[in-house]
Every structure is written in C-alpha cells, then in structure tokens.
C-alpha cells in the first residue's frame, strides 16, 4: 500500500529563517511527487510536480528535491505569507496524500 | 479562467437527510476527483471520472454514498442517508490529463456538517 509521511506535523520559524520540510514515501510505481500548499478555509493549490530522483524545481522562495525515498520542499528566507499548510502526495494508480505539515511564519 | 466550482459552500443537515454536492471542473479537463479532508484521516480519495466515465470508486465509504457525471462540465456527489460521521470538507479536482497521476486543481471545497 502507498504511504506518504510528512515530517514535522508543524513548524514555527521566525521571517527570513530558512528551513525544510520533509516527506517520505513507499510506492510501487511512483509516477509523480506532488507539492500543494493549502490555507485555512480553502482547497489545496498545487505547487510543483517531480517525476525522477534528481529532479529539481523552484518557485520564488520554495524549492522542492526529490529522492528514490523522499522529497524535500526548502523554504528560503520566509514571509508570513508562507504560511500555510503544505501537503505532499505520491501518484501510482492515485494520488496518496501526507498529512501535511502546518508552517507558521512569524513576523 | 474560472477554477473548479463547488456548491454549496457549507452544508448543515440532520442525520437520515440526503445531501447533494455539485462540481464544476476547469473547461477542458479530463479527469475529476472527489475528495473528503478530515483532521483524522486527512485528504482522501472518494472516486474519480476519466472523460465522465467512473473510473475507481473504492474509496467511496459505502453505498450511502454515489457520484454522478452526466457530462464534461458538471458533477454531483450524493449522500443519503446523511450520518454525522460524514461530516468533512468535500474537495472537488479536476485535472487537464487523464488518470490520478497528473497535476490536479482543486475547488474551495463544501463544509458538510451532519448533526
């Protein structure tokens, strides 16, 4: 069965400290990492789509890697407009989603 | 270009009623999705419709719950009879290429609360 784990469930950084969030996979078949960011009261809003272990994509301060295991998003010199929830998901024959991890971004 | 369209936007019920939720997907796309996000068990599945054909439907609880896709442009989940257990945010997604594997765009999503 695929599982998504997302680490850490929440995350509290102070404007301009950078950090990473973390997620860990199992899939038989993996055929995209996905990256969405969802705030509060809204759906999920997709951000980046990885398909192979080396792969790299960036968008403003968010950069999201990826591995045979795990998918990195770094968070370079935050805004509190970057907070959010961030979710990660796998696709094979659907896509499985983490849990998330809650960002909060304080001024 | 309009997004996914969901409505209602909130839903209050009492238990044993039917709840209808509809979906507008993104002009042009394929696929569709619906989704429930709970705190517990977080985004899930329901089922899914590749051209307004349903596809796979296993994540779909039990048989109070169906889908329907009548046509490219409009989509309704039903529950009935309406328990409180199923209170959960209902994400609609529509996605440009077929399959679950692909990008998808997400509504704002139907509050349901079944008291």
């Known amino acids: 069965e695929d599982q998504v784990t997302q680490s850490p469930e929440a995350l509290r950084l102070q404007e301009g400290e950078s950090s990473s969030l973390n997620c860990s996979y199992t899939?038989?078949?993996?055929?995209?990492l996905f990256w969405y960011r969802q705030d509060p009261g809204k759906g999920p809003e997709f951000l980046f789509t990885l398909y192979s272990a080396g792969e790299e994509k960036e968008k403003e301060r968010l950069k999201a890697t990826l591995t045979k295991k795990e998918s990195f998003l770094h968070i370079t010199a935050p805004k509190p407009e970057d907070s959010a929830t961030y979710l990660c998901a796998v696709g094979s024959q659907k896509l499985v989603f983490g849990q998330g991890t809650r960002l909060t971004i304080n001024p | 270009d309009a997004g996914v369209i969901q409505s209602p936007r909130h839903e209050v019920t009492e238990m044993g009623q039917e709840v209808t939720l509809r979906c507008k997907p993104i002009s042009g796309h394929n696929s569709l999705f619906w989704y429930r996000q709970t705190m517990m068990r977080g985004l899930e599945l329901l089922i899914y419709f590749n051209n307004n054909v349903p596809i796979d439907d296993s994540g779909m609880p039990e048989d109070r719950f169906s889908a329907k896709m009548p046509n490219a442009s409009f989509s309704t989940l039903k529950i009935q009879p309406s328990e409180p257990r199923d209170s959960a945010v209902y994400f609609c997604?529509?996605?440009?290429?077929?399959?679950?594997?692909?990008?998808?765009?997400f509504g704002p999503g139907t509050r349901l609360t079944v008291t």
């Open positions: 899939v038989s078949g993996l055929r995209g």
């Open positions: 997604a529509s996605s440009l290429r077929q399959g679950p594997a692909y990008e998808q765009y």
